[in-house]
């Protein structure tokens, strides 16, 4: 797999957690390939989720290991770290932290 990450030869749907799909699959590869936006459930990713003062909600998988903070970038959410988060855990002994800071690009005049 770890060669296959680095050639790029990976199907194009995120992998699940519990395993990762067959290679049995015809997925067109490449440019012109049809993507699938089709949302994904968090709980297929993460473990637990939790909703702190309504401020930011926190996506975690892992009991045990370092802790891996992992922050969004502008325009994206905590879910963006969801295959991240499914290859890591299945890699290493970890506790992976996803944090979504809600409405942190918005103008608090905006609200009102």
């Known amino acids: 797999m ?3 990450l680095h ?3 990976l199907a194009s749907r995120p992998p ?9 699959s015809k997925m067109k590869m490449g440019p012109g390939r049809k993507r699938d936006f089709t949302p994904l459930l968090w709980s297929q990713y993460f473990e637990t989720i939790e909703d702190v ?5 926190l996506y975690c998988s892992g009991s045990s290991g370092p802790v891996l903070l992992l922050l969004h970038g502008g325009g994206h959410s905590a879910l963006s770290w969801a ?15 996803a944090m979504d800071l809600r409405a942190h690009a918005m103008d608090p005049s905006a609200s009102t």
Do not use: D, P
Request: hydrophobic share 45%.
């Open 16 to 24: 699940m957690a519990g395993g990762f799909q067959s290679g049995g």
């Open 7 to 9: 050639l790029n030869l």
């Open 53 to 57: 003062e309504n401020i930011f909600r």
């Open 83 to 97: 295959v991240f988060t499914a290859v890591i855990c299945s890699r290493i002994n970890c506790r992976v932290v």
């Open 2 to 4: 770890e060669k296959q």
